[in-house]
């Protein structure tokens, strides 16, 4: 019969990573000329990428700065001394201070987005100071606000003066660029679930472009599942508050989470001890490991147990010598006192024994030879002392020593012999702390990414990412449907938890008809494939005015700060008409004209519009009204 091994547990550790400061770049040569090169910003909520619309053959192909999108700034601190992204060697300390632009994935926060501008474009080797001569593409979140994209328009155009602007939607672009590697022939048709650190979407492509009509946006993203996981592990080691941060609880979601492709299934199988001591994480703590005596032999403790009761003999007879000194002192004292009874001074005899407070000369003889036998025993102890070495009476210790050497060295029952080899020897239970400092994490690895499918976990009163997705495909035709679910795409940081396509697969295969096709595929880089398709846009459409895609500063002036340029890849710019209010008229009507019901509104929202040449005329429209 084979035997079973048991199962080998897991031990991490967190790496707990600091970030070095970013450096500052060299403005390239092949940049310049012949055209300024744009610079490409993927504005995330969670991390900043920034970098040059350079062929890919350049060496400038990938980012050139990525950093975390928070800046650690005080109450009326000047701009000098505000920390931007990876300037923060580490975010704990200062959470507090963190700031962000992003309000969920808007931004609304102007005054730390123009700092992460700065920070931007100072490493780029450009100076900000003047004004940027290079065209910017920067990216926006599906539906943005006009007001939010008006007030990014004019931080650039008016703060740093760049000739051009764009804006797309990072998901699309990331879309179109995984849609070319593919070989896909445009127009393309999709469906991207988008993933990111604030919000979640869904977002159908029809015929190249972005129905906005139908997007759908979700609250429940990385972010979220951080803060599940760091409450779910404060709450089961309430010892480790200090060290369970949000920083780590990141780091466990991206190296140690997956997303169960039956949820309940999964959970079914932690319930077996053998399955759970495989697959749990134990991540160590840092902690520290020396235990006092823990290295010492058994030569070195009996020396210290000898030198102990060295020490010990010396307080002892220390001791017994005081107290023989201060009996003998007072026995002469009494010895006097009976002095003065013998020479008949009886008036300053009883005046003493007034002082000693005693009654009568029986009672001071009394203590006379109680104090004489007391002095003879601490002189036989002395000299038993000095001719016995190693051995005392400790038990004869009437008051506590106040050198500090231990109370456990004067307990009546300490052996007088040095403890022997035998019970040195004797192996103890010993407290691990080791694993004192280890946090099980066990069905928390798949519960934290399960709540983009079930927010109601973290009380989150909303549809579950698949039924948002459900809902989205049910507002189209069938054979919209086919063609949308043909190109399911993900994409965004939070979908690259292990079995996340599995999932995806598994539900549409739940709530699709019957033997009906859908594709699902995973964007080749998650995080970065935004950037690598704003860059591919912009090398294949260059900034010039009038063309597809770019705001030009004349565009700007003349059609407004909210307008947007589309392309395949941007939101659609609904214009607001937003109409003016018109100024009061001089000359008011008469009270008996006036009607406080709501036909005078309507008469006055009448009048206003077509501005009657005559007060007249505005008397009869009045009247007829009423």
């Not at 002192?329 to 009874?341: P, S, T």
């Not at 002189?379 to 002392?385: A, D, E, G, H, T």
């Not at 043909?486 to 690259?496: A, I």
Request: charged share 25%; aromatic share 8%.
């Amino acid at each position: 019969m084979a035997s079973k091994h048991p199962p080998v547990c897991q031990i991490f550790s967190f790496k707990d990573c600091k970030t070095s400061l970013d450096p500052i770049f060299e403005l390239p040569a092949h940049c310049l000329t012949p055209t300024a090169a744009p610079i490409v910003i993927d504005n995330g909520s969670f991390q900043t990428r920034a970098g040059w619309a350079a062929p890919a053959a350049e060496s400038d192909s990938a980012p050139r700065l990525i950093f975390r999108s928070v800046a650690a700034r005080s109450r009326g601190a000047a701009r000098s001394e505000t920390q931007i992204g990876n300037d923060i060697p580490n975010l704990e300390p200062l959470r507090w201070l963190l700031k962000s632009q992003f309000d969920r994935n808007v931004v609304v926060n102007f005054e730390i987005q123009e700092l992460i501008l700065d920070h931007v474009f100072t490493h780029l080797g450009l100076s900000s100071e003047g004004f940027v001569e290079h065209p910017i593409l920067m990216t926006e979140a599906p539906c943005n606000p006009l007001h939010c994209r008006q007030m990014m328009s004019e931080l650039l155009f008016e703060c740093y003066r760049v000739p051009f602007v764009s804006y797309g939607v990072d998901s699309l672009y990331s879309f179109y660029h995984n849609n070319n590697q593919r070989n896909l022939q445009p127009p393309h048709t999709g469906l991207i679930l988008s993933s990111g650190y604030h919000c979640s979407h869904i977002l159908p492509v029809v015929d190249g472009r972005l129905d906005a009509v139908n997007c759908k946006r979700l609250n429940v993203a990385g972010s979220q599942a951080a803060s599940y996981l760091q409450r779910l592990l404060q709450l089961k080691y309430p010892g480790h508050l200090a060290a369970i941060t949000l920083s780590r609880m990141e780091e466990l979601l991206h190296e140690h989470s997956y997303t169960a492709v039956d949820y309940h299934q999964e959970l079914e199988k932690w319930r077996c001890p053998e399955f759970y001591e495989r697959e749990v994480h134990r991540m160590q703590l840092p902690f520290s490991g020396k235990v006092p005596g823990g290295g010492v032999s058994v030569e070195e403790r009996q020396e210290r147990r000898a030198q102990q009761l060295r020490r010990l003999q010396e307080i002892n007879t220390r001791r017994r010598e005081e107290k023989l000194q201060q009996d003998q002192e007072r026995l002469d004292r009494l010895l006097a006192v009976q002095e003065l009874l013998e020479d008949g001074l009886l008036d300053q005899f009883h005046k003493s024994l007034m002082e000693l407070n005693m009654d009568s000369a029986e009672e001071l003889q009394s203590y006379i030879n109680k104090l004489q036998l007391a002095v003879e025993q601490g002189r036989l102890k002395l000299l038993q002392s000095d001719g016995a070495e190693g051995k005392m009476e400790v038990s004869e210790l009437e008051q506590p020593i106040d050198e500090g050497d231990g109370v456990a060295l004067m307990d009546p029952d300490f052996p007088e012999d040095p403890l022997s080899e035998k019970s040195v020897n004797v192996v103890q239970p010993a407290f691990n702390m080791a694993e004192y400092h280890q946090l099980f994490v066990g069905t928390e690895r798949l519960r934290c990414p399960e709540i983009l499918f079930q927010p109601s976990l973290i009380g989150e009163d909303q549809m579950g990412l698949m039924e948002t997705l459900q809902y989205v495909l049910a507002r189209y035709t069938p054979e919209q449907q086919e063609a949308l679910v043909n190109n399911v795409f993900l994409t965004g940081g939070n979908v690259q938890y292990p079995g996340m396509k599995e999932r995806v697969e598994r539900e549409l295969l739940e709530f699709r008809p019957f033997q009906s096709h859908f594709k699902v595929t995973m964007a080749t880089r998650p995080g970065l494939d935004a950037w690598y398709g704003a860059r591919d846009w912009a090398l294949e459409h260059p900034a010039a005015a009038g063309a597809e895609g770019w705001i030009s500063r004349q565009d700007y002036e003349e059609k407004g700060c909210e307008y947007l340029s589309e392309h395949c890849a941007s939101n659609v710019f609904v214009p607001m008409k937003i109409t003016k209010p018109v100024p009061a008229r001089p000359a008011e009507l008469p009270v008996a004209f006036q009607t406080p019901t709501g036909a005078s509104a309507a008469v006055a929202t009448f009048t206003s519009t077509s501005a009657p040449s005559s007060s007249t005329d505005a008397a009869d429209i009045n009247m007829v009204a009423s």
